[in-house]
């Protein structure tokens, strides 16, 4: 079956800092991933995609991710993190037929300090 | 930029009562969406729609659960007789023509509380 793992609940991390979040997926064949971003009251707010290509793509926010097929991977990375960062991220999975639903991880909520 | 709209913000409604979520996607997308996602929980898929039908359905999406597109604008969720564990934010979503590569755009949600 279809999944995303977020292993991380909660990250901390210092202003200036660099930020590596985790996502494994499993998926039958090639997918189509996505990070999104979730503020407090807000919506789901699109950071980057991958589908085929360049296996580093390249976001809004300075953020980006690797997709690594060996390790059914999709990290998300930004080498310095602002306070404003803080949120909760979501990697997802889309399928590639039907309707092209999206099978969320649980999310990781990353804080940053001062 | 174009956005997806979702009203109310926040509805409160007593169990057993029906209940219409309002959403006006992004206005040249072709595919709509509803998620839902309980306090504390992931995101869940509830329905996809595409071409004035249901193309696909998660098992969360039972008889209870309608949806409709009125009119060339708006994007509904209809729960007939709500539960307690109907209670989460719901989320509508639209993205454009073509693959399903295409990303979703999401609305900010509504906070649906059952009492």
């Known amino acids: 079956a279809q999944s995303v793992t977020q292993p991380d609940i909660h990250i901390t991390v210092s202003e200036g800092a660099s930020l590596e979040l985790r996502c494994n997926y499993s998926?039958?064949?090639?997918?189509?991933l996505f990070w999104y971003v979730q503020s407090p009251g807000q919506g789901l707010q699109l950071l980057l995609k991958y589908f085929s290509g360049d296996t580093l793509v390249q976001g809004i926010k300075g953020f980006e991710a690797e997709f690594k097929r060996s390790q059914s991977s999709f990290n998300l990375r930004k080498p310095s993190v602002h306070w404003s960062d803080a949120a909760e991220y979501f990697c997802?999975?889309?399928?590639?037929?039907?309707?092209?639903?999206?099978?969320f991880g649980q999310g990781t909520e990353l804080s940053v300090k001062p | 930029e174009p956005e997806v709209t979702q009203t109310p913000s926040h509805q409160v409604t007593q169990m057993g009562q029906e209940v219409i979520l309002r959403c006006v996607p992004i206005?040249?997308?072709?595919?709509f969406y509803w998620y839902r996602q309980i306090l504390g929980q992931k995101v869940e898929f509830l329905v996809s729609f595409y071409n004035n039908e249901i193309s696909e359905k998660s098992e969360i999406f039972d008889d209870q659960f309608s949806v409709e597109r009125p009119d060339g604008s708006n994007f509904t969720l209809k729960i007939r007789s709500t539960k307690l564990e109907d209670s989460a934010m719901y989320f509508c979503?639209?993205?454009?023509?073509?693959?399903?590569?295409?990303?979703?755009?999401f609305g900010d949600g509504t906070r649906l509380s059952i009492l």
């Open positions: 206005s040249n997308h072709l595919y």
């Open positions: 998926y039958g064949a090639t997918p189509y």
């Open positions: 979503a639209s993205r454009g023509q073509g693959d399903s590569n295409q990303p979703q755009h």
């Open positions: 997802a999975v889309g399928h590639t037929w039907q309707g092209g639903k999206l099978i």
